[in-house]
């Protein structure tokens, strides 16, 4: 075979794949009236971190919406279109009040949910006041989060509460990053336990202590919730089996399982360390906001570091665009390669295998749930409250169990059997419902109790 016969024969040459494909808009597109836009503004979401409200109004931008966000002189908090229902001032440079904010150009006054309480330079007579409003939102405040809900008034769902918020001897520090990219991108790897093979080990080498197992290939098994998916990936060390869960939340929100931890002996439902929400800023940027855990029951290695916890940064590898692009490229990290996907990535052009089983089932869920509201239908919410909050699993557990010639549908049944007894308990609540998973595993398994 001649060279040029060898390159004509190959599946697919350079030249096959020159042109545009369009990206796959249905999923990715956020901005006003787009189908997943729509979808994704029935549902509460962060959209700042408290501890940028201060002496100023700020500028931010959610699902491709420029607005304004502060805290009053009272302290109250209020999310408003940037401009000005005048004459289109940003609110950004206006003066915050005791009670709202004032738009710097004709000095009108805005509370914080939008009503107008004053036109100074109107007329006595003048109705402005009660005839229109500063377009706004509702707001609700959590841990150094700020939460909006931007989709139709008459439809808030109820504000969700995880389990996760509030688990004993949790600190939860609130982070934010931003990712110059479509939202999906970065969610997508919440739900692809195979990137950790490679990416965190195989290829680069380990980045996270305590996950060096990371590089075995993992048994992996889905699960649906009626608001998500939870998975778990099982890998074997000697005789131990490390499962280890994660929860994925309609529409954006991920939990893990623990970090900075030392899986040498067996373990009963350890507990997460993370609680991301990746939140669209426009079709081609996104924010991540979320809660970094400590915990030192799980993180016995003691690396976390509070301090490295808030605005743009993390305590773990390769979370944020501030290293050098030489240490990017010598040893990337998650967010080098979400972000190298491109401003959207083109699945057009991927190309999926079995081990994209959760991307295409999240992609699935997605596509199904944004169809429904687009025909006016309800899609299921997280619920809970803080009193019965909604339980999640996001979490590690490690069983001493001999190999066996079928180590793979060994691996499997152990985790249906774990996972089966993760969702008995999910009638109880808080040190209940953990002193009963862990009592039924080590029924379970005796091997790996004590
Ligand atoms: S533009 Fe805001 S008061 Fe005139
Ligand atoms: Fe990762």
Redesign the pocket.
């Known amino acids: 075979m001649t060279e040029d016969t060898r390159w004509a024969r190959r599946p697919l040459s350079g030249y096959d794949v020159r042109l545009p494909v369009a990206e796959d808009a249905e999923l990715t597109h956020v901005d006003p009236g787009t189908p997943g836009g729509e979808y994704l503004r029935r549902f509460w979401t962060p959209v700042a971190m408290t501890t940028q409200l201060g002496a100023r109004p700020v500028p931010i931008r959610i699902f491709g919406e420029d607005l304004v966000i502060f805290r009053d002189g009272a302290g109250r908090i209020g999310l408003l279109h940037r401009h000005?229902a005048?004459?289109?001032?940003s609110l950004e440079f206006g003066r915050i009040e005791e009670r709202g904010i004032r738009?710097c150009?004709?000095?009108?006054h805005f509370d914080v949910d939008g009503t107008i309480l004053e036109t100074p330079g109107e007329p006595p007579t003048s109705k402005i006041c009660g005839s229109i409003c500063q377009p706004a939102y509702p707001v609700r405040e959590l841990k150094g989060l700020v939460f909006a809900y931007m989709g139709p008034p008459g439809e808030i769902p109820a504000f969700p509460y995880l389990d996760s918020f509030d688990l004993p001897d949790h600190e939860l520090i609130p982070y934010s990053i931003h990712s110059p990219c479509n939202w999906l991108q970065e969610t997508e790897n919440a739900i692809d336990p195979f990137h950790s093979v490679f990416l965190h080990g195989r290829v680069n080498g380990p980045q996270f202590p305590g996950l060096e197992h990371f590089v075995e290939l993992p048994v992996v098994n889905y699960s649906r919730r009626d608001a998500g998916i939870v998975y778990s990936h099982a890998r074997r060390v000697g005789d131990l089996v490390m499962l280890r869960f994660h929860d994925y939340l309609m529409p954006n929100l991920a939990q893990n399982g623990g970090m900075f931890q030392k899986l040498e002996k067996p373990k009963f439902f350890g507990r997460t360390s993370l609680t991301k929400w990746v939140v669209p800023v426009d079709n081609t940027n996104s924010r991540k906001f979320g809660w970094r855990h400590f915990n030192d029951k799980d993180e016995v290695l003691r690396q976390g570091k509070r301090d490295e916890v808030g605005w743009e940064t993390v305590d773990f590898y390769g979370q944020t665009a501030h290293r050098s692009y030489e240490e990017r490229q010598g040893n990337p990290g998650d967010w080098d390669v979400w972000v190298s996907q491109g401003p959207i990535a083109v699945h057009g052009r991927e190309y999926l295998g079995k081990t994209d089983e959760g991307i295409a089932m999240l992609r699935r869920k997605l596509r199904r749930d944004i169809r429904a509201v687009a025909a006016g239908e309800k899609i299921a919410q997280v619920g809970g409250t803080p009193e019965n909050p909604y339980p999640t699993y996001g979490g590690d557990t490690v069983l001493r169990v001999a190999k066996s010639n079928d180590d793979e549908a060994l691996m499997r049944g152990l985790q249906q059997q774990v996972a089966e007894i993760y969702f008995a308990a999910d009638g109880l609540k808080g040190e209940e419902r953990s002193a009963r998973i862990k009592a039924d595993l080590k029924a379970k398994f005796p091997d790996s109790a004590g």
Do not use: E, I, Q
């Open positions: 000005c005048h004459r289109r001032a738009c150009y004709h000095g009108w």
